[in-house]
Protein backbone atom coordinates (compact mmCIF):
# COMPACT_ATOMS: atom_id res chain seq x y z
CA UNK A 1 0.00 0.00 0.00
CA UNK A 2 2.41 2.66 0.86
CA UNK A 3 4.15 1.25 -2.89
CA UNK A 4 1.20 2.75 -4.36
CA UNK A 5 0.78 6.02 -2.20
CA UNK A 6 4.53 7.34 -3.32
CA UNK A 7 3.69 6.35 -6.98
CA UNK A 8 0.82 8.53 -6.89
CA UNK A 9 2.51 11.61 -5.62
CA UNK A 10 5.52 11.01 -8.20
CA UNK A 11 2.41 10.86 -10.45
CA UNK A 12 1.11 13.99 -8.64
CA UNK A 13 4.59 15.60 -8.58
CA UNK A 14 5.33 15.38 -12.43
CA UNK A 15 1.58 16.83 -13.08
CA UNK A 16 2.37 19.60 -10.85
CA UNK A 17 5.57 20.84 -10.96
CA UNK A 18 5.58 22.22 -14.76
CA UNK A 19 2.54 24.43 -14.26
CA UNK A 20 4.28 25.62 -10.76
CA UNK A 21 7.52 26.63 -12.27
CA UNK A 22 5.68 28.58 -15.73
CA UNK A 23 3.85 30.19 -12.38
CA UNK A 24 7.27 31.29 -11.05
CA UNK A 25 8.45 31.95 -14.53
CA UNK A 26 5.37 34.09 -15.15
CA UNK A 27 5.32 36.42 -11.89
CA UNK A 28 9.26 37.23 -12.17
CA UNK A 29 8.42 38.23 -15.84
CA UNK A 30 5.56 40.70 -14.88
CA UNK A 31 7.77 41.65 -12.29
CA UNK A 32 10.99 42.52 -14.28
CA UNK A 33 8.42 43.90 -17.25
CA UNK A 34 7.01 46.30 -14.60
CA UNK A 35 10.69 47.89 -13.51
CA UNK A 36 11.40 48.20 -17.15
CA UNK A 37 8.43 50.15 -17.79
CA UNK A 38 8.70 52.15 -14.29
CA UNK A 39 12.62 53.00 -15.61
CA UNK A 40 11.45 53.91 -19.01
CA UNK A 41 8.51 56.10 -17.90
CA UNK A 42 10.85 57.99 -15.09
CA UNK A 43 13.63 58.14 -17.84
CA UNK A 44 10.88 60.00 -20.14
CA UNK A 45 9.76 62.18 -17.43
CA UNK A 46 13.18 63.54 -16.32
CA UNK A 47 14.18 64.05 -20.19
CA UNK A 48 11.10 66.24 -20.31
CA UNK A 49 11.64 68.34 -17.35
CA UNK A 50 15.05 68.75 -17.99
CA UNK A 51 14.16 70.10 -21.79
CA UNK A 52 11.29 72.45 -20.50
CA UNK A 53 13.34 73.86 -17.45
CA UNK A 54 16.49 74.51 -19.72
CA UNK A 55 15.82 77.74 -21.43
CA UNK A 56 17.34 77.76 -25.01
CA UNK A 57 18.32 81.25 -26.55
CA UNK A 58 16.94 80.12 -29.91
CA UNK A 59 20.06 82.37 -31.62
CA UNK A 60 21.36 79.19 -33.49
CA UNK A 61 20.55 75.92 -34.90
CA UNK A 62 22.00 74.02 -32.03
CA UNK A 63 19.14 73.53 -29.50
CA UNK A 64 20.55 73.22 -25.53
CA UNK A 65 16.84 72.13 -23.88
CA UNK A 66 17.43 69.01 -26.30
CA UNK A 67 21.07 69.00 -25.89
CA UNK A 68 20.37 68.54 -22.04
CA UNK A 69 17.25 66.58 -22.44
CA UNK A 70 19.29 63.68 -24.34
CA UNK A 71 22.36 63.78 -21.54
CA UNK A 72 19.65 63.37 -19.25
CA UNK A 73 17.83 60.38 -20.81
CA UNK A 74 21.69 58.93 -21.17
CA UNK A 75 22.58 59.07 -17.71
CA UNK A 76 19.29 57.88 -16.73
CA UNK A 77 19.80 54.48 -18.43
CA UNK A 78 22.68 53.75 -17.64
CA UNK A 79 22.09 54.23 -14.14
CA UNK A 80 19.16 51.64 -14.60
CA UNK A 81 21.39 49.37 -16.73
CA UNK A 82 20.01 49.83 -19.94
CA UNK A 83 21.31 50.26 -23.62
CA UNK A 84 22.48 53.66 -24.63
CA UNK A 85 20.31 55.24 -27.50
CA UNK A 86 21.60 54.13 -31.26
CA UNK A 87 22.33 56.41 -33.37
CA UNK A 88 22.60 60.19 -33.25
CA UNK A 89 19.56 62.04 -32.29
CA UNK A 90 18.96 64.91 -34.87
CA UNK A 91 16.38 67.12 -36.17
CA UNK A 92 13.37 64.85 -38.17
CA UNK A 93 10.68 67.47 -38.86
CA UNK A 94 10.72 71.37 -38.45
CA UNK A 95 13.73 73.67 -38.48
CA UNK A 96 16.25 73.60 -35.69
CA UNK A 97 16.01 74.57 -32.62
CA UNK A 98 12.18 73.99 -32.76
CA UNK A 99 11.98 71.03 -34.65
CA UNK A 100 11.04 67.31 -33.98
CA UNK A 101 14.02 65.32 -33.02
CA UNK A 102 14.70 61.58 -33.30
CA UNK A 103 17.18 58.54 -33.02
CA UNK A 104 16.37 55.64 -35.31
CA UNK A 105 13.94 52.93 -35.17
CA UNK A 106 13.24 49.86 -32.09
CA UNK A 107 14.11 46.90 -34.68
CA UNK A 108 15.57 44.50 -31.98
CA UNK A 109 15.48 43.32 -28.48
CA UNK A 110 17.55 45.99 -26.51
CA UNK A 111 17.40 49.14 -28.79
CA UNK A 112 16.23 52.46 -28.07
CA UNK A 113 14.22 55.12 -29.48
CA UNK A 114 13.97 58.77 -28.21
CA UNK A 115 11.99 61.25 -29.57
CA UNK A 116 11.68 64.97 -28.68
CA UNK A 117 9.09 67.20 -29.70
CA UNK A 118 10.49 70.95 -29.19
CA UNK A 119 8.35 72.29 -31.90
CA UNK A 120 6.40 74.85 -29.85
CA UNK A 121 7.83 74.61 -26.87
CA UNK A 122 5.93 77.89 -25.57
CA UNK A 123 2.12 76.33 -26.05
CA UNK A 124 2.39 72.84 -26.46
CA UNK A 125 4.82 72.46 -24.21
CA UNK A 126 8.14 69.86 -24.86
CA UNK A 127 7.09 65.90 -25.53
CA UNK A 128 9.78 63.10 -24.98
CA UNK A 129 8.63 59.60 -25.92
CA UNK A 130 11.21 56.99 -24.79
CA UNK A 131 10.93 53.50 -26.47
CA UNK A 132 12.60 50.48 -25.56
CA UNK A 133 12.48 46.58 -27.13
CA UNK A 134 12.30 44.40 -23.95
CA UNK A 135 12.87 41.11 -24.38
CA UNK A 136 11.06 38.43 -22.52
CA UNK A 137 13.07 35.84 -20.57
CA UNK A 138 11.34 33.02 -22.90
CA UNK A 139 11.68 35.14 -25.48
CA UNK A 140 10.99 33.24 -28.91
CA UNK A 141 8.89 30.20 -27.94
CA UNK A 142 6.84 28.85 -30.39
CA UNK A 143 4.62 25.95 -30.62
CA UNK A 144 5.46 23.95 -34.20
CA UNK A 145 2.16 22.80 -35.92
CA UNK A 146 1.70 20.81 -38.67
CA UNK A 147 0.94 23.38 -41.56
CA UNK A 148 4.69 24.28 -40.49
CA UNK A 149 3.89 27.70 -39.73
CA UNK A 150 4.54 27.83 -35.66
CA UNK A 151 2.39 29.43 -33.49
CA UNK A 152 4.21 32.43 -31.26
CA UNK A 153 3.67 32.25 -27.78
CA UNK A 154 6.05 34.71 -26.32
CA UNK A 155 7.67 37.55 -28.88
CA UNK A 156 11.41 38.46 -29.47
CA UNK A 157 10.33 41.30 -28.00
CA UNK A 158 8.03 43.44 -26.92
CA UNK A 159 7.79 47.51 -27.57
CA UNK A 160 7.72 49.75 -23.65
CA UNK A 161 7.20 53.37 -24.24
CA UNK A 162 6.12 55.94 -22.34
CA UNK A 163 5.28 59.70 -23.48
CA UNK A 164 5.81 63.08 -21.63
CA UNK A 165 4.60 66.05 -21.57
CA UNK A 166 6.37 69.42 -20.09
CA UNK A 167 4.98 73.11 -20.12
CA UNK A 168 8.09 74.84 -20.75
CA UNK A 169 8.95 77.08 -18.05
CA UNK A 170 10.74 80.22 -18.68
CA UNK A 171 10.83 82.85 -15.90
Same mark, same amino acid.
Given at each position: ?????????????? /?????????????? &????????? &?? /??? !??? $? *????????????????? $???? =?? !??? %??????? =? *?????? *? =? %?? @???????? @???????????????????????????? %? !???????????????????? *????? /????? #?? #???? &? /???????
Amino acid at each position: MNRKIRGQNLVELV /IVLPLLILLILGIM &QLGLYWRTF &QT /IES !VAL $E *GSNVAASTVDSLQTTEN $EAVD =AA !VTA %IQNRLAM =A *GLPQPG *G =A %IS @AQTGTPPN @ALYQNGAVTNPGDVQVTIDYRNPTSNGV %I !VQVVYGYRPILAGTRIPMPS *GNPIT /IIPDY #VE #VSSS &Q /IQQYNTY
